[in-house]
């Protein structure tokens, strides 16, 4: 009897369970493989390095995101669909905790990998939770959209995996601190061209002296 064919999922759930074991710097992909039930030609026929898992996870957990965005959404102040849209994210990625600890680690020491992850699937991955939350990022305001969504999400994740409480209230706090900064730059943005504008009776008042 042929055994279950083996899916993305298995693949990815394999390195993440030996990364939170024995770190994902000596994680091998033969190791991926026999964890996972595969052969080396199998996996490399899935996934052609351990980058590439990391992209898959990531692309798994906007799937999951975007499954869960109805249009509901759009009703909702900004500041609530992104504080909804980051904790899906984190619940997705939950069972996978301890894995992704060590992959923060080690990806410290191999910028390589930490820069292809960040310019190609995390930002899209970015752009992607935008549009999740109904906010189009692909306008003259994108770049500061995604920079800003990305550095609310970092600062989150790093609260996320140390947080051991049940209703993960040092997370969600986190992550109310960090959408009202944002929410006060861009507030900030948004008033500045103004403060540097003289009104009718300023220019009349020059004019006269």
């Known amino acids: ?44 026929n899935m996934y052609g390095s351990k980058t590439a898992i990391l992209a898959g996870l990531i692309r798994q957990t906007d799937d999951i995101v975007l499954a869960g965005s109805g249009a509901d959404m759009a009703d909702e102040p900004v500041r609530d669909r992104l504080f909804d849209v980051i904790m899906r994210r984190l619940d997705a990625l939950a069972p996978y905790r301890d894995g992704i600890a060590a992959v923060a680690r080690d990806l410290t020491r ?13 930002r899209r991955s970015l752009q992607w939770m935008l549009e999740a939350a109904r906010i189009q990022p692909w306008g003259l305001a994108a770049p ?29 706090a986190a992550l109310d601190k960090a959408l009202g900064r944002v929410e006060s730059i861009l507030s900030t943005l948004r008033r500045g061209p103004r403060r540097f504008r003289r009104d009718d009776n300023d220019t009349a008042e020059t004019t006269t002296e």
């Open 1 to 44: 009897m042929a055994g279950k064919k083996k899916t993305n999922v298995d693949v990815i759930g394999a390195a993440m369970k030996l990364a939170g074991v024995q770190g994902w710097r000596d994680t091998t992909m033969a190791d991926i493989a026999e964890t996972a039930g595969l052969s080396l030609v199998e996996l490399r």
């Open 110 to 122: 191999d910028p390589g990998a930490l820069a292809c992850l960040a310019a190609g699937p995390g």
């Open 144 to 172: 500061l959209q995604i920079k800003g969504l990305g550095l609310v999400y970092a600062s989150v994740l790093r609260v996320w995996l140390t947080d051991e409480g049940e209703d993960l209230s040092k997370t969600m």
